[in-house]
């Protein structure tokens, strides 16, 4: 398989494509590997070196973290930084709503202009740091990819959580290590003992590790309840 996995060209479709995405969604996928390779280069969303491992190493990587999001759900990707991996959920998943939360000006211009240019009908673009929506939205799901370690995201996550939901974090092989850092911050935040899950098997040369935490007591999340489902909210900011 040693074709298949590093140096697809650009414009070609990974053929590992089509163990992850649904046949009628490969094509949008391919449009997306385009957008990262030009513009994503371009504006320093992804690095050049990257270009001929964008399917492996990020595309198909993303791709495989539906294997632990349910069906119909609401998703945040917080930090979202070139889509990566809200907009491949949201390609892989018509399924879900998900919303992309990025601090960044030309990081949201991007994502509003591929999710226009893709017709992703379940993508939201918002503007601004995840801690600016605590109290304000709510999600079945909040995800990352490489945005900061596990303490730091449970106080920016968890407050998107709605009590039945969870955080699913992508890391790497850090992960218990991780985990047993942010002891203090899962005790602090009432989290039950994190869950760690090696995705992609049989699939991509390195697999995907996730990181899944949920609220060890739903029935005492004691801020109000917000509207599930932030990726609803039709307003975006810029």
Known sequence: MGDEREGVGVGEIDPRAAKVFPADRLELAEKYAAWLADAGVVRGLIGPREVPRLWDRHILNCAVLGEVIPEGVAVADIGSGAGLPGLVLAIARPDLQITLIEPLLRRTTFLEEVAEDLA????????????????????????????????????????????????????????????????????????????????????????????RVVWSDPARVDWPPVPKGGSRKKKRRR
């Not at 801690?131 to 370690?149: N, Q, Y």
């Open 120 to 211: 992703l009908e379940n993508v939201t673009v918002l503007r601004g740091r995840a801690d600016a929506f605590h109290g304000e939205l709510g999600f079945d799901v909040v995800t990352s990819r490489a945005v900061a370690g596990l303490g730091k995201l449970l106080d920016w996550s968890m407050p998107l959580v709605v009590p039945t939901g969870a955080l699913v974090a992508m890391k790497g092989s850090s992960a218990e290590e991780e985990i047993e850092e942010a002891g203090s911050v899962l005790k602090k935040w009432g989290c039950a003992p994190p869950t760690v899950s090696e995705l992609g098997v049989g699939v991509l040369e390195t697999t995907t590790v996730a990181v």
